[in-house]
């Protein structure tokens, strides 16, 4: 939405080329992490929030409240936010009240999740009838849903293939509709991000289809997928160049610094998400 270079207010390289709506190699996309499995992406313009807008600790970090106070006032990084992205309805990744607050505070932007968290958002305070037409619920179905968002004034700038994953932990958690969001900003750059998704891999299995119709840049499963998979394991069964793992423990387990694999544990990190290696750089506006 705004002309505003993320690299840069994330104290970063400073560009002196304009910003341009579609990545290229001097502004690839990246990820900006808040904190358990609260992330910024952005790609150009085009910048997306998963599981923003948290409350409930369990154990895991809440976003700092200057943070969150930045998120709400859409301070930068959080400036020209186009759409917000809702995991599931646990209190570690979502509030409903703060979510109507959002909404009411940005009334550009749309809000994608189950449609457990609209119907919290409707029981809570602030809801606003208002909200319906910018909130796309996905209902509770096994099957692949796509999406196509629009955002700063290009029609089809968001692409969302979204996809049910049960939530680990066995069947006490089966009534809890955990969705995996594989996102595509600006045609370029493909995230995905896995909520609290089981590691039973009998699962990945049955949606193979599902993972293997795109390729994704950057993936962020919980930290027990990658843990107990593996980083190879893990890009094979979600199609995915690298993986990123999230929402770790405040008492972070001891074989996670020595495990070689990648996390976000400080909020702040980064990661840099190249652009589809078939697709050449380009320059449009
Ligand atoms: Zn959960
Ligand atoms: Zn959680």
Redesign the pocket.
């Known amino acids: 939405m705004m002309k505003t270079c993320l690299s840069a207010l994330l104290g970063l390289a400073v560009l002196s080329a304009p910003v341009s709506a579609h990545p290229t190699e001097d502004d690839p996309a990246s990820a900006y992490f808040l904190a358990n499995?609260a992330i910024l992406v952005s790609a150009g313009e085009t910048r997306i929030l998963f599981d923003p807008l948290f409350s409930v600790s369990y154990g895991?970090p809440l976003v700092a409240p200057d943070v969150r106070a930045a998120i709400m006032a859409g301070e930068a990084p959080f400036d020209g936010v186009d759409a917000i992205f809702i995991s599931h309805i646990?209190g570690?990744?979502f509030d409903a009240p703060a979510v109507n607050a959002y909404l009411a505070a940005h009334p550009d932007v749309l809000l994608v999740g189950p449609e457990q968290a609209e119907r919290d958002m409707r029981a809570a305070e602030g809801w606003d009838e208002a909200f319906t037409a910018r909130i796309h619920a996905l209902p509770f179905i096994a099957g692949t849903q796509e999406l196509v968002l629009p955002a700063d004034g290009e029609a089809d700038a968001i692409t969302v293939e979204a996809i049910h994953i049960p939530h680990a932990g066995g069947p006490g958690r089966a009534g809890i509709q955990n969705m995996a969001h594989r996102v595509t900003l600006n045609g370029a750059a493909t995230v995905m991000h896995l909520g609290?998704a089981t590691p039973d891999a009998a699962i990945y299995a049955v949606h193979e289809s599902h993972f293997q119709a795109r390729t994704t840049q950057h993936a962020f499963p919980p930290y027990w997928v990658l843990g107990e998979w593996g980083d190879a394991d893990t890009r094979t069964r979600l199609n995915a160049e690298a993986v990123t793992g999230i929402?770790i423990p405040i008492n972070q387990p001891d074989w996670l610094a020595t495990s070689g694999e990648d996390y976000f544990t400080e909020p702040g990190a980064t990661r840099a998400i190249p652009s589809h290696s078939h697709d050449t750089p380009d320059s449009q506006d």
Do not use: G, K, T
Request: charged share 45%; proline share 0%; net charge negative.
């Open positions: 499995e895991y646990h570690d990744h609290d929402h």
